[in-house]
């Protein structure tokens, strides 16, 4: 028996999802034309890459980059293949996506800064060891 192909469902509204590259705002560590290049070729339709016709689009804006579905599309699936890029060019030691409202998506650095106290604490013991 051949395998049961599922049909995909088209919304009466479409979905919308942007992705902000504000990382990219100061200096180019991101770059958001790889980044939509990636989001196009990596987009599942049908159960296959690269298949998007005119169900799914992904386009660009600056430093956003939005995906319009009219098919089922979650932001799971866009966080996702977000993380998977970062992971793929060696940037997620550095940056995570955070949900900035309900299907916006945005690009942060991890705040790797040390507390006041904790810097003070640090001096005192230097000075003491002397």
């Known amino acids: 028996m ?3 192909q599922k049909k995909q469902v088209i919304l009466k509204s479409p979905k919308k999802y942007v992705i902000n590259v504000a990382v990219n705002a100061d200096n180019e560590v991101v770059d958001v034309a790889a980044l939509e290049k990636f989001l196009v070729e990596h987009i599942k339709v049908d159960g296959r890459t690269s298949n998007l ?3 799914v689009t992904v386009t660009r ?11 089922k599309f979650s932001g799971k699936y866009a966080k996702y ?3 998977k ?3 793929k060019n060696n940037l997620r030691d550095w940056i995570r996506l955070v949900a900035s409202s309900q299907g916006e998506y ?3 650095f991890f705040n790797l800064s040390v507390s006041d106290d904790e810097a003070e604490e ?3 013991d230097e000075e003491e060891e002397e």
């Open 61 to 71: 804006e600056g430093n956003k980059i939005i995906i319009i579905s009219l098919t």
């Open 2 to 4: 051949a395998p049961v």
């Open 53 to 55: 016709g005119d169900l």
């Open 122 to 124: 640090e001096d005192d």
């Open 85 to 87: 890029f970062l992971k």
């Open 106 to 108: 945005e690009l942060k």
């Open 81 to 83: 293949l977000t993380k």
